[in-house]
Every structure is written in structure tokens, then in C-alpha cells.
């Protein structure tokens, strides 16, 4: 049972423009949504985060939007960079649940010079 | 300030031998989460333990799966009796503390049973 969903299991976008990654998941118990990248042979780094009584935080290129109506989240990077190329995963937890994360299953995002 | 360390990187095992992997926490953290990651997957969880306690299990198979995170040292997750469906990228995090929201991961560690 999947319970955060990221459907695009690949994007690809120029240099400068917009990315926007998606993000949907199923579990109304989860309060608080992150998001972390990742190179292959290293760890996820974190790269920002929302709380479910916000609906959009915005940090330097990163902006995160959340719509608890339709338990939907979207990652935007702009402009983007060659060096935002990477692995995208959407990651969610319930805070009465230890913090453990469930993740998604990642986007790999490839930014064309 | 040190990240988290995972150790060793890459490990290979034999169907049947034991896998040990170990991981730091950063300086200061005393909540560790170990993940795993099969390939095509996302990071599932498995454990969460704080020092000398397991908090969360639930993500851990019940059978020849362990770990511990003692007074001193690193933790360790422990797989005994290792088969082929084990390899896969296993991921430590670790947090400062109940409620703090990021968890900071480490490099993770390669499992391959051969």
C-alpha cells in the first residue's frame, strides 16, 4: 500500500526554466511533508520541508505547495540548474507515529544544459 | 561537524553468512532511524532507537533482522543468515531529538548477496 505517491518517475527540463515535481499521498494522519534529493552512491539530502498548517514555504530557488484538500504536494525549482540533476523523493510523516518517514518512490529530474 | 557515517559502504556477502552495518549519528544526535532501499524503490523504514532503547520496529522483518544502538558506540543493524533478497542500499539517519523534523541521513551502506 503505497501511502505517498510520486507518479512521474522521470522529468527533464532546460536550464532556466521551471521544474515542478508532484507529489499525492493517501494517509490524512500525515502533518508534515519533506523533501529530499539525492546522487547516486550518496544519502538523500534534505531540502526543504512544509507543515500541514501551511500551504506554501519557500526557501532561495526551492518553494514547496501544499494542498491538503486534494493530499497533494509540489515541489518547484526555478530557475533550474544542471546541478539540481538528480533523484527527487517526496517524503511525509505523522508525528504521533514516532517521525518515522515514508517516502515515495523518487523522480529523477535531468536539468539540460 | 561530522555527518552521519555509515560503515563500511559496500559490503558483499554469501547466502548465509552475517551482514554487519554500523552507523554514527551526528554529534549530539541521539535518535537514529535506519532505512532500506531496494532497487526501483523508495527508502522503507525499518528501525527507530534511541540510545539502549528500540523505539519502532515495526519496518523490520521479524526473522534474522536486529539492531541495537548501545550506551557507547555505533548502532548496528545486524542481518543473520543473509539471502539474496536482502541486498539493497540501507540508509541511517539520525535527529537531535523527539520532534525535531529533519532527519539527517548518512551515505548509506551496499549490500550485495552473492
Known amino acids: 500500500d503505497q501511502q505517498v505517491k510520486q507518479n512521474s518517475p522521470s522529468l527533464s527540463v532546460q536550464e532556466g526554466r521551471i521544474s515542478i515535481l508532484n507529489c499525492d499521498y493517501t494517509n490524512s494522519m500525515f502533518d508534515y511533508f519533506l523533501w529530499y534529493k539525492k546522487y547516486p552512491a550518496e544519502g538523500p539530502t534534505f531540502l526543504i520541508s512544509i507543515s500541514s498548517i501551511k500551504d506554501k514555504n519557500e526557501d532561495g530557488r526551492f518553494t514547496v505547495f501544499l494542498n491538503k484538500s486534494a493530499k497533494h504536494l509540489s515541489l518547484h525549482i526555478v530557475p533550474s540548474q544542471p546541478g539540481d540533476s538528480a533523484v527527487y523523493f517526496c517524503a511525509a510523516r505523522n508525528s504521533g507515529s514516532n517521525y518515522k518517514l515514508t517516502f515515495g518512490k523518487g523522480t529523477l529530474l535531468t536539468v539540460n544544459p | 561537524n561530522a555527518g552521519v557515517m555509515q560503515n563500511p559502504r559496500h559490503l558483499v556477502r554469501r547466502r548465509g553468512q552475517e551482514a554487519r552495518l554500523r552507523c554514527s549519528p551526528m554529534?549530539?544526535?541521539?535518535?537514529v532511524y535506519w532505512y532500506r532501499q531496494l532497487p526501483e524503490e523508495g527508502l522503507k523504514f525499518m528501525v527507530y532507537?534511541?540510545?539502549?532503547?528500540?523505539?519502532?520496529e515495526s519496518g523490520m522483518p521479524k526473522e534474522r533482522f536486529s539492531a541495537e544502538f548501545p550506551k557507547e558506540g555505533p548502532s548496528i543493524l545486524r542481518i543473520q543468515q543473509v539471502v539474496r533478497g536482502d541486498s539493497a542500499a540501507y540508509f541511517c539517519?539520525?535527529?537531535?531529538?523527539?520532534?525535531?523534523?529533519?532527519?539527517?541521513f548518512g551515505p548509506g551502506t551496499r549490500l550485495t548477496v552473492t
Open positions: 539517519a539520525s535527529s537531535p531529538g523527539t520532534g525535531e523534523n529533519e532527519q539527517y
Open positions: 554529534k549530539g544526535h541521539s535518535h
Open positions: 532507537l534511541q540510545k539502549e532503547n528500540i523505539i519502532d
